[in-house]
């Protein structure tokens, strides 16, 4: 361990598109790999590494990386890379470069939007999907969290749409919005852990404006129309999906996918919101080594 982080057994820096640099982390030997692709966009991979690395003691390759434009990565200026076909090709490169083989691949909530796009491009890659807190249809998204924000009262909303339209976003009376639905909807801990914290203090807003939003909670970057429903039942391979009962991306979301895909489980953790492997691990880690032992 190092300052209470798990020391890589390899670490790896893979080229991409023609010269960039992206930072790779793998843990154990095990013949099963687990290719965790963390949320943000541009947000390090530290928060989704270090509560899986663990799961190298029991047999298993876990893979993660700093996608490029966070963390260790390089981080070019060029906006026309933030796009989630890039991405896609950017994980098959790293898959093919470690000679990974067939992948369980575990998506965390952007994670999860660029690994079904990854199981539609590269059906053969994968042994099974693990889609985490996530969604297969923006639009649909969009008015579950527009739910979420009315649960703050009418003024709350109208004082939040007033600083959307005015560009006002920095206004302490709509960060306050933020942090409380962040606290209801994203991680519900008293504490968040130093993990995730990591990840949220080194988050490359270029990146997550460009593809997402200014927040969590407003969607107007290149993703915004983004949907594969109509096309998930071309994912044949075992999925589970998991969501906290409070989560942005909520049980709607997650049932949505559920019912397009013709070989999943869904699990609903009930006391969780974003981030159920950290708000109930107690609960997550023995469902999760379930369907990796039935399907990795």
Not at 85 to 103: A, D, H, Q, W
Not at 207 to 226: I, R, T
Request: aromatic share 10%; with cysteine.
């Amino acid at each position: 361990m190092q300052d209470g982080r798990r020391v890589p057994d390899k670490t790896h820096e893979v080229e991409i598109d023609g010269g960039y640099k992206v930072f790779v982390d793998e843990f154990g030997t095990g013949d099963k790999v687990l290719l965790c692709l963390n949320g943000g966009p541009g947000l390090p991979c530290d928060y989704l590494r270090e509560p899986h690395a663990p799961l190298a003691d029991e047999g298993y390759r876990v893979i993660a990386f700093d996608q490029l434009g966070c963390g260790r990565s390089d981080k070019p200026k060029d906006g026309s890379l933030w796009k989630i076909g890039r991405y896609v090709e950017e994980v098959e490169t790293v898959r093919r470069s470690l000679n990974l083989g067939k992948v369980t691949l575990l998506g965390h909530s952007w994670g999860g939007w660029l690994g079904i796009e990854y199981a539609l491009t590269y059906p053969d890659s994968l042994q099974s999907l693990i889609l985490e807190d996530t969604c297969g249809d923006m639009p649909h998204l969009i008015s579950e969290l527009d739910r979420l924000r009315a649960a703050l009262g009418p003024e709350t909303v109208a004082m939040m749409q007033r600083h959307e339209a005015d560009g006002t976003l920095d206004h302490p009376e709509y960060q306050a919005a933020v942090t409380l639905l962040n606290y209801r909807h994203v991680c519900r801990l008293d504490h968040w852990p130093a993990s995730l914290n990591r990840s949220l203090d080194d988050w490359n807003m270029d990146v997550y404006g460009a593809m997402q939003g200014p927040n969590e909670f407003l969607y107007v970057g290149n993703l915004k129309d983004w949907q594969r429903i109509d096309q998930m039942h071309r994912i044949t391979c075992p999925t589970f999906i998991t969501v906290g009962m409070h989560d942005e991306l909520g049980p709607a979301c997650a049932m949505r996918m559920h019912h397009a895909l013709p070989n999943s489980t869904i699990k609903v953790f009930k006391n969780s919101s974003h981030m159920p492997f950290y708000e109930e691990p107690e609960a997550y880690f023995p469902e999760l080594r379930r369907f990796l032992s039935a399907n990795a």
